[in-house]
Every structure is written in C-alpha cells, then in structure tokens.
Nanobody, 122 residues
Framework: QVQLGESGGGLVQAGGSLRLSCVPS????????MGWFRQAPGKAREFVAG????????SYADSVKGRFTISRDGAKNTVYLQMNSLKLEDSAVYYC???????????????WGQGTQVIVSS
C-alpha cells in the first residue's frame, strides 16, 4: 500500500511563497502521474495541479495558473508544488495523490496523503 507524505505547509502572509513536498512510501514519482488538491473549510476538495507520468504535461486550476508550479525530482523521489503570490483564498489543506487514469484535472486519483495545511494571512 502506497502512502504519501505531504509537508511544507504553514502560515504565510499574502503575496508570499511556500513550497509543498510529497514523498511516497514506496515506488517512484517518476513512474506515475501525480496531482495536488486542496480543501478549504466548508468547501469541496478541488484540483490544483497535476503532472503526467512522463513529466511532459502539466495542468493547473485556473485559480492558480501562473502562480503555482508542479514539478518533481526523481533523485529525491519528491513531487513539489511551488506556490507564489499566495492569496487569502489559497488557504486550505493541500493533498497529493497518485494519478490513476483519465485527464489530470478530472481523472481518477488514489493513495491520498494526510495533507498539509496552508494558511495565508493578510
């Protein structure tokens, strides 16, 4: 059973940056597609960013496009979410997951991590 561990969340002022990391307990991030999602209190979980197995294609939610970047480091076996120009509405628990099929934005994901909280303050 694959377990994913997210880290890097915290408290940051609006306009600031954070980099989230996701490390699998088994397997390699270079052999699967991966995605980042977030869930704010009282809201449904939403897609944030995804990267295909080859790493050649990425996808972003419109709300984060141009501010967030998904990437991976095969040597460190880690998937990252670089978040710049953070806004109050980016506050949420962020989760990573393994992409199992379909499009990055609407496809199926498994092996959800426990999440890491991001709080953006004014």
């Amino acid at each position: 059973q694959v377990q994913l561990g997210e880290s890097g969340g915290g408290l940051v002022q609006a306009g600031g940056s954070l980099r989230l990391s996701c490390v699998p307990s088994v397997g390699t991030v270079s052999s699967v597609g991966m995605g980042w999602f977030r869930q704010a209190p009282g809201k449904a979980r939403e897609f944030v960013a995804g990267i295909v197995e080859s790493g050649e294609v990425t996808s972003y939610a419109d709300s984060v496009k141009g501010r967030f970047t998904i990437s991976r480091d095969g040597a460190k076996n880690t998937v990252y979410l670089q978040m710049n120009s953070l806004k109050l509405e980016d506050s949420a628990v962020y989760y990573c997951a393994v992409h199992r099929g379909g499009s990055l934005r609407y496809g199926r994901y498994d092996y959800w991590g426990q999440g890491t909280q991001v709080i953006v303050s004014s």
